[in-house]
């Protein structure tokens, strides 16, 4: 034996499980290493949310007492224990099990400190601990990894090893689905069980389509009658049934978990469908022409029991639904509810804040739109595979068929599970027939890899054009809600791969034999040229294999690890990359912020810096500093001192163009981040305006941005004035339409009031306003000097003659913690003059207080429901704001005709954490209800201290006198 035969038998004496097993830790590798690194470098926008919904789906297994908000508006939007694990419609369940096992590794690292429930609680998530996004995404990148060896062994039993490993590298180093198994989030647990649900199927009814043996069933034919379809070599009665049932099974475990991921999985129940009747009537139709039947009749039989089969895949996925899911344990009614509800509500409605494709700006992008985001993001090799598998297929259909029907030998033909690369059937030597090199030694091209894989490219297509209509009929669109048919592409990308692989070999194998065919001839047999050149074209064949499959590894492995770890920057070469995409479709996801949150760190005080951020809830948790999320309220934009711009905000222009026109005006962004050579986001200084608002929106006339005090916060000096500056959207009010500013007390009155204008340095000419302007204003308010120092209410408004409004004013709604204004002491108590229409008093009331003059009507009818009376009072020592009066109304007599007990001197918020100092002026006011049968006459006033005020000791005060006249 020669030493190349040596070798070549000592290579087909290898253990093929232990060199599978040795595939299957390399293949779990390639996906793993460039998953796993760097893992909490940066949050893309949505898992803030994930998060948060694992934390109370954790919480409400580990206490059924645990009570959270909920999605259900018959629950009044709240939830106890199990029923918290129903925390969306997506449903996304999958997704909630892998955060819920992050927080579990996590508490177990920090050495399990209390119960794993009051743990999990603690934990922030919104924003984000960030030292918790690592572990969270954990769990998902775990799965994929492992799923990668699931499809490399399943799609081997399938379409033969070459496609498997091929395909399954491919899917290992795909930069989009590498980037979206890194993180938590359900697209890529949605796409793992999905694909595993179909491959599952393929299995258990291609392999027993292709069979073509004899019906084992509850209905045997009649010895010697004829031979109809039947639905498959398995049993369906006795202990068979679910033996021969395995691959079913597990086709409907995976569609279960498929369809606890997201709910356009629900896709698989008509595709499964599909595929029993696809190879239902393809195994019927081949027994019937291995009978030379002229026809193929459906048998009722094994039509029964196909439907059977169906209906045991449901039921699996439904009982897998049912006991992973623990809300469906205690309300499967409303759970199921949620799900329709909000998939419905998902698949109808465009995206809230548009989407950018190709150059346009809209709600729906169309159907172009996922065809055009794989092309965007798949790879140079996957694309040039997809494009030959689909040249290769006609031409191997038509081969097929000039055949009758039958494949030509090896074409496409490898039974699936073969090792390719196993010599040709030759004499017991290896001795090659002789050959001479005429024209009709040609070799045919014959791509022996691709094995069975043709079979099964109609289904494929199939469940890709399926899946495309039905996320192309909803009006929200994102490239990665079309991630389930990534997979697949990859599949039909390595089978027409290694059809430009055999076809190049085929050509250089020619080239070989042709050079032997000529010696041989020359030699006239005397060399064993044919058998040196048959060995040097089988070891020629093995390296060229191997340095294939590693130039495919190299070429995707630089593309991946080329944008680590911000994969999302990954966007195909052959369509200008990462800068030819940002002008036809939309990127970024919160890669990037991630670094303007650490150049505000290093930049900054972050302790005193206040910034606003597009995507806050994945700049958050890097920035060490307070953060406020926008999006179109423009005021939250201007209330940071510093503002982030990113790109997929600024290729939508959102919220309007004038928004960003707004801060270019006023200089260039202080930092600009770059990936890939593309700006992602940029960091303008803002105003850093100290109170801002949203969603205070009148339509087509004015929306309410911000606003301060020019001096800040402080309190508010009585007598004398304090200016603000307004910020307001023109939307198409008047500017003769005056905003004001107010402060009310808890009852609603008025105590003082101030007027803005536009600032004609700041704004545009009033003439010159665009739908969307940012307009400023400057005012100022007065605080009477007799206004009692204490908290009061900020109103803000404008006056307008739009018919629409009767009052003849608009007010926004503030927020009640940010309309909050502190009125302080008297400064100078000395200056205070009364009112002229005050009648002068200047008695004490105790030793607490002065009354320094009254303000009241000489006479009333005795029929008048109220006596409007106003005190005005110096303070004497301290005392608190809740401070309340007995008042008496006396007659002649000095006999008491009625009395109100305990009033307040001045109707601020929250009286009881105000003190009045010595020197403070008070105004009371007071209304004081007149009984309806008080007979007319002279009366005067009695004021009283409470008890609790005077040590026991009544004191009180005499003033004034009111005539009630009898009613004309």
């Known amino acids: ?58 919480a409400g297994l580990t206490n059924p007492a645990y009570l959270c908000d909920s999605v259900v508006e018959s629950w009044q939007f709240m939830a106890q224990g199990l029923a918290c694990t129903l925390r969306t419609g997506h449903p996304g369940v999958t997704t909630m099990w892998t955060g819920s096992f992050g927080f579990l590794v996590r508490w177990l690292w920090d050495g399990r400190p209390g119960s794993l429930h ?40 399938l379409f033969g090893e070459a496609i498997a490993l091929l395909g399954a590298t491919l899917i290992a180093l795909d930069p989009f689905h590498i980037a979206l198994s890194r993180v938590i989030h359900h697209d890529a647990l949605s796409t793992t069980f999905m694909t595993l649900s179909v491959l599952c199927a393929f299995i258990y009814w291609g392999e027993d389509a292709s069979s073509q043996k004899p019906v084992v069933s509850s209905q045997k034919s009649v010895a010697g009658g004829p031979d109809f379809g039947d639905a498959g070599r398995r049993s369906a009665v006795g202990g068979r049934f679910f033996r021969d049932r395995l691959w079913l099974l597990l086709s409907g475990f995976c569609a279960g978990l498929a369809f606890l991921s ?10 499964i469908a599909l595929t029993g009747l696809w190879f239902f009537w393809e195994g019927g139709r081949m027994k019937a022409q291995g009978g030379k039947k002229t026809s193929f009749i459906l048998h009722p039989s094994s039509f029964i029991l196909l439907i059977a089969d169906g209906l045991l895949w449901f039921a699996v996925a439904v009982v897998v639904v049912f006991a992973c899911w623990p809300a469906m344990w205690v309300a499967p009614l409303e759970t199921v509810q949620t799900v329709i509800f909000i998939g419905s509500k998902y698949a109808t409605g465009g995206h809230a804040k548009g989407n950018f494709f190709l150059g346009e700006i ?72 002789p050959q001479t090199f005429q024209p009709s030694n040609l070799p045919t091209f014959q791509p022996s890899t691709l094995s069975s894989f043709p079979r099964y490219l109609p289904l494929i297509l199939l469940f890709i054009f399926g899946f495309y209509l039905l996320m192309t009929i909803g009006e929200k669109k994102q490239d990665r809600y079309f991630l389930p048919v990534y997979p697949w592409l990859n599949l039909i990308a390595a089978a027409g791969l290694f059809w430009i692989y055999d076809f190049g070999f085929t050509i250089y194998d020619f080239a070989l034999r042709a050079f032997g065919g000529f010696a041989n001839h020359a030699s006239a047999r005397s060399l064993p040229m044919g058998r040196t ?16 499959y ?11 690890f080329a944008n680590f770890p911000y994969y999302f920057t990954y966007f195909n070469p052959f369509l200008g990359g990462l800068r030819g995409a940002a002008q036809a ?13 650490a150049y505000l760190n290093e930049h900054t005080d972050p302790s005193r810096t206040r910034v606003a951020s597009w995507y806050e809830s994945t700049f958050a948790p890097f920035y060490h500093g307070d953060s406020i999320s926008y999006s179109q309220e423009k005021g939250k934009a201007l209330a940071g001192d510093y503002v982030v711009f990113y790109i997929n905000q600024t290729q939508r222009r959102f919220p309007d163009e004038i928004m960003f026109d707004y801060f270019e005006s006023r200089g260039q962004p202080e930092k600009v981040i770059t990936l890939q050579g593309l700006d992602y986001a940029w960091i303008y200084p803002s105003l850093g305006v100290d109170h801002y608002i949203e969603d205070q929106t009148y339509s087509g006339i004015a929306s309410l941005l911000a606003w301060q005090w020019t001096k800040g916060d402080a309190p508010l000096s009585p007598g004398r004035p304090a200016e603000f500056e307004l910020y307001w959207e023109y939307l198409g009010k008047r500017p003769d339409e005056v905003f004001f500013f107010r402060l009310v007390d808890s009852q609603k009155r008025l105590w003082a009031e101030g007027q803005s204008q536009p600032l004609a340095a700041q704004n545009p000419p009033p003439e010159k306003w665009r739908q969307g302007e940012i307009i400023v204003e400057h005012g100022a308010l007065t605080p009477p000097g007799d206004m009692p120092p204490g908290q009061y209410q900020l109103q803000i408004g404008f006056y307008t003659a739009a018919p629409a409004v009767t009052s003849g004013e608009l007010l926004f709604t503030l927020p009640m913690t940010e309309s909050l204004v502190t009125v302080g002491h008297t400064e100078t108590p000395t200056m205070y003059q009364l009112p002229a229409n005050a009648t002068p008093v200047g008695q004490p009331l105790g030793e607490a207080l002065t009354l320094l003059g009254t303000t009241f009507p000489p006479s009333l009818p005795a029929a008048s429901p109220v006596i409007p009376l106003e005190l005005y009072w110096r303070v004497e020592q301290p005392i608190p704001a809740n401070f309340s009066l007995h008042v008496g109304l006396m007659n002649p007599s000095d006999q008491a005709q009625q009395a109100w007990f305990d009033l307040s001197l001045a109707e601020t918020l929250h009286p009881a954490d105000t003190l009045w100092q010595p020197g403070d002026i008070i105004r009371t006011s007071w209304r004081l209800d007149l009984l309806p049968d008080t007979p007319p006459g002279p009366y005067y006033f009695d004021l009283i201290l409470p008890d609790s005020l005077d040590s026991g000791q009544i004191k009180k005060l005499s003033f004034g006198n009111l005539t009630l006249k009898i009613t004309d």
């Open 1 to 58: 034996m020669s030493e190349v035969e040596y070798k070549l038998t000592k290579e087909s004496r290898l253990t093929p499980h232990a060199s599978r097993l040795l595939v299957s830790l390399t293949l779990f590798l390639l996906a793993l290493i460039p998953r796993l690194p760097d893992l909490g470098r940066f949050l893309t926008a949505d898992e803030f949310l994930w998060i948060d919904r694992s934390r109370n789906f954790l």
């Open 118 to 157: 009051d743990y999990v609680l603690a934990v922030a998530t919104n924003p984000v601990d960030a030292s918790f996004i690592a572990p969270e995404r954990l769990g998902t990148v775990l799965i994929t990894s492992l799923w990668v060896v699931a499809i490399y062994w399943l799609a081997r039993r």
């Open 262 to 271: 997201k709910s356009p999985s629900l896709f698989l129940m008509p595709f």
């Open 362 to 433: 809209s709600q729906d992008p169309g159907a172009l739109f996922y065809p055009v985001t794989w092309l965007y993001r798949t790879s140079p090799l996957v694309l040039v595979g997809v494009v030959s598998a689909l040249i290769a297929w006609p031409l191997h259909w038509r081969k097929s068929q000039a055949g009758n029907g039958e494949l030509a030998n090896g074409e496409w033909s490898a039974q699936p599970g073969e090792v390719e690369d196993k010599p040709s059937i030759r004499s017991a030597n290896l001795q090659p027939a």
């Open 533 to 548: 050149t048959h060995y040097a074209s089988r070891i020629t064949h093995h390296a060229s294999r191997i340095t294939f």
């Open 550 to 560: 590693l130039f495919i590894i190299l070429f995707q492995a630089a593309l991946v």
């Open 585 to 597: 479709v939309t990127i970024g996801w919160g890669e990037g912020l991630d670094l303007a949150a």
